[in-house]
């Protein structure tokens, strides 16, 4: 029976007064979401802080730690070989030394940023940088060196100074003056070589098709040598999922849960989890031949814009589960799961 695993990224959330005290998670109409739940099994397992980290646990059943940068340039088939660091990079704006990070931008100031990088770029030219963006601004950058700078991580609030970005600085400030705001910061650093010793000590991986528009997620997927398909969105990757399961186990990761929640509006939130349902729902007859399993790797604050270290809920649906859930899929109780252990507690045969 094929399995179809399904990460709605940063889905939870905290309970919020406009929606009686309830989760947008818990107050949304979901049909195919709360039907997995009803006629399966639901629980806990352990939230981690970033997407990445998650995932390595849950794929390989043991926690590793990897730069977020590396991780991500895996994912983006950006160079990190011997002698290189990889920095995620977010958008974010800098007065005095306090950091917001920027997500809310818009498709102009996200075009005004990419000339400004492109602008600034000639002040890295002597770290040979490799930098790629994507969706929101962000992206991610490489550079020559061995040096790494331990800078502020998103989406919490931070503190930077200008002498911090260490060789980074002209550039961020170029940047910043050239879009009359906005900046580019690098975090999450690391060296390639890490990830390659790594790699060598996991033995044990699952065979699923990775389905993301993220490089976090389609990033450990290369990393751990999965087959990854890249999507603008999540409903092209519920069409491409669909697709592929008549001839292999899938994963797909919904990364826009997450980013709707760090711009801090709880009613827009619930909209999308119930335009993802809707979506999912299309394809229940091409799902229902599967075992089904909904999970969430961390909190995510619609009010706040902050990630919430929480145990978060998954259910799954499946020979081995059937008929004594829950009505609903949201941020509740029951068995409690540890990460490394989910995949083969959960989706055995």
Known sequence: MRKLIILLDGAADERIPIFDNRTPLEAASKAFMDGVARDGKVG???????????LLELLTGRPY????GVIEAYGLELPI???????????????????????????????????AIIKNRPKLASMDPKILLYHGGKGVLTVKGDDILDLPKPPGQ????????????????????STG??????????????????????????DLAVISKSPSALGVGRFLGMQTHRVPG?????????????????????????????????????????EIDRELARYEKHFQRCEVALLI????????????????PFAVR?????????????????????LGALLDTILED
Request: aromatic share 8%; net charge negative.
């Open 318 to 338: 499946g020979p081995r589960w059937k008929g004594d859930g829950t009505a609903s899929f949201h941020e509740n109780g029951g068995q409690h799961f540890p």
């Open 297 to 312: 790797d961390h909190g995510a604050s619609s009010v706040t814009g902050e990630h919430l270290l929480m145990r978060v």
């Open 65 to 68: 730690e990897i730069p977020r």
């Open 181 to 206: 705001g906005i900046t580019l910061l690098p975090w999450g650093g690391g060296l390639g070589k890490v990830a390659v010793d790594i790699r060598r000590e996991i033995t044990k991986v699952p």
């Open 81 to 115: 070989g011997e002698g290189r660091v990889a920095y995620r990079m977010t958008p974010a704006k800098v007065r005095d030394h306090n950091v917001e990070w920027y997500y809310n931008i818009t498709c102009d100031e996200e075009m005004f940023l990419q000339r």
């Open 158 to 177: 931070a503190k930077l100074d200008g002498a911090d970005l260490g060789p980074f600085e002209d550039f961020a400030r170029g940047v910043q003056d």
């Open 44 to 54: 806990t397992t352990d939230g981690k802080d970033y997407t990445h980290t998650f």
């Open 234 to 274: 999540f409903k092209e990757g519920a069409k491409v999922a669909a697709q592929l399961l008549g001839r292999e186990d899938v994963f797909l990761h919904i990364e826009e849960t997450d980013d709707i929640s760090h711009k801090c509006n709880p009613k827009d939130k619930l909209r999308l989890i119930e």
